[in-house]
C-alpha cells in the first residue's frame, strides 16, 4: 500500500486520529460532539491513552474493569468514514507495512448523540435506538461492496410518491449484538429507523434565508414505516456508520436522546422539563453499560 493511502504521523499513528496500535479498544463509543469526550471521562475508573487532533479527540480506558476507547468525531458522514477506518486500520493492517494482518478483528461501535424527533406520542428527552438507519449521503456510491435491502426499494418509492423526486437513498440495520440489546433494554429505549441527514438544515426540512426543496421532510419520513418500526428521529451519523461497519465486518448500533420535536417545533433547551445535560450523562452511561457486555 502507497504511503499516500493510508498517511501515518511521523511517529507511526494514523493521520487524522493520532492513534496507534495498542492504544485502541475493540469497543467504541463514538460521540459526534467531540466537547462530550470530557463529560464521558468521569465515568472511568483509569484512563491509559488519550489523544486529540482538529475535531477529533480520544481516550482509552477502563471503565467498570473493561478497556473502552471513547472518541468524538464531530458531525457528518465525513468525519464518521474518516474515523471508522482510521479505527479499523489501527486494528485490522499492520501500519508498518501497509498490509492486512491475516486475521481480521471485529470491532463494535456504538454511537451516542442527540437528535430531532419525529412522532407525536415521542417526548424531548426519549433515547431512540436506531433499528435501522436510512440515509441519502453519497458515502455509498464510493465503495465497491453496496448491501442492499428491500428497505431502500421501499423509502425510495414512498419518497417518490410523496415528492416527485429522487434521492440516492439507502438504508442499514442495526447489527445483531446491538439489536439484542436494545430488546433487553425496551424500557428504556424506543427502537425505530433513524433518518442520518447530509446536513443539518436543508437536507433536514430546515428554511432558513433560503426556501429548502423539501420542507415536508420531517412529516413524510414520519409517514413512513417499515417492518413495523417507524421513522423515530434525524441526525446525521447512525446510516454510514451502519453502512462502513457491514462493509468492513464490524458490529453497530446508535442511540440518541431526542433534544428537539421537529413536528411540535420543541427544543429540550428552552421548553423545561429534563435537563439536557443530566439526560445525557444517563445516556452515556446507558452506551458504556452496553459496551461493557461486548466480549
Given at each position: 500500500m502507497k504511503a499516500s493511502e493510508l498517511p501515518l504521523r511521523p511517529d507511526g499513528a494514523v493521520y487524522h486520529l493520532a492513534m496507534r496500535p495498542g492504544e485502541v479498544s475493540h469497543r467504541l463509543l463514538l460521540l459526534g460532539d467531540p466537547g462530550r469526550v470530557a463529560l464521558c471521562e468521569a465515568f472511568f475508573d483509569k484512563i491509559s491513552h488519550r489523544g486529540a487532533?482538529?475535531?477529533?479527540?480520544?481516550?482509552?480506558?477502563?471503565?467498570?474493569?473493561?478497556?473502552?476507547?471513547?472518541?468524538?468525531?464531530?458531525?457528518?458522514?465525513?468525519?464518521?468514514?474518516?474515523?471508522?477506518?482510521?479505527?479499523?486500520?489501527?486494528?485490522?493492517?499492520?501500519?508498518?507495512?501497509?498490509?492486512?494482518?491475516p486475521t481480521q478483528k471485529k470491532?463494535?461501535?456504538?454511537?451516542?448523540?442527540?437528535?430531532?424527533?419525529?412522532?407525536?406520542?415521542?417526548?424531548?428527552?426519549?433515547?431512540?435506538?436506531?433499528?435501522?438507519?436510512?440515509?441519502?449521503?453519497?458515502?455509498?456510491?464510493?465503495?465497491?461492496?453496496?448491501?442492499?435491502?428491500?428497505?431502500?426499494e421501499k423509502l425510495k418509492m414512498h419518497w417518490k410518491a410523496g415528492t416527485g423526486g429522487e434521492l440516492p437513498w439507502y438504508g442499514m440495520a442495526a447489527s445483531p449484538f446491538f439489536v439484542r440489546l436494545?430488546?433487553?433494554?425496551?424500557?428504556?429505549?424506543?427502537?425505530?429507523?433513524?433518518?442520518?441527514?447530509?446536513?443539518?438544515?436543508?437536507?433536514?426540512?430546515?428554511?432558513?434565508?433560503?426556501?429548502?426543496?423539501?420542507?415536508?421532510?420531517?412529516?413524510l419520513l414520519a409517514s413512513f414505516t417499515y417492518q413495523g418500526y417507524k421513522v423515530e428521529n434525524i441526525e446525521m451519523e447512525a446510516a454510514p456508520l451502519?453502512?462502513?461497519?457491514?462493509?468492513?465486518?464490524?458490529?453497530?448500533?446508535?442511540?440518541?436522546?431526542?433534544?428537539?420535536?421537529?413536528?411540535?417545533?420543541?427544543?429540550?433547551?428552552?421548553?423545561?422539563?429534563?435537563s439536557p445535560e443530566e439526560a445525557m450523562r444517563r445516556l452515556l452511561r446507558l452506551g458504556l453499560e452496553w459496551l461493557r457486555e461486548v466480549p
Open positions: 487532533n482538529r475535531e477529533f479527540v480520544w481516550f482509552t480506558g477502563f471503565y467498570q474493569g473493561v478497556l473502552i476507547t471513547v472518541v468524538g468525531t464531530g458531525i457528518g458522514a465525513d468525519n464518521t468514514e474518516i474515523a471508522v477506518i482510521e479505527i479499523d486500520a489501527v486494528h485490522n493492517i499492520d501500519l508498518s507495512r501497509g498490509q492486512p494482518f470491532l463494535y461501535f456504538l454511537r451516542v448523540g442527540t437528535s430531532g424527533l419525529l412522532q407525536d406520542e415521542r417526548g424531548l428527552g426519549t433515547f431512540i435506538f436506531s433499528q435501522w438507519a436510512i440515509g441519502a449521503d453519497s458515502l455509498p456510491l464510493f465503495y465497491a461492496v453496496s448491501p442492499k435491502s428491500d428497505l431502500e436494545a430488546q433487553r433494554f425496551a424500557g428504556e429505549v424506543v427502537a425505530g429507523i433513524t433518518y442520518s441527514a447530509p446536513g443539518f438544515f436543508a437536507p433536514q426540512g430546515r428554511s432558513i434565508r433560503y426556501k429548502a426543496r423539501y420542507p415536508e421532510l420531517p412529516s451502519y453502512y462502513l461497519a457491514q462493509v468492513l465486518g464490524h458490529e453497530a448500533g446508535a442511540i440518541c436522546l431526542g433534544v428537539a420535536h421537529r413536528r411540535r417545533g420543541e427544543f429540550m433547551y428552552r421548553n423545561g422539563g429534563a
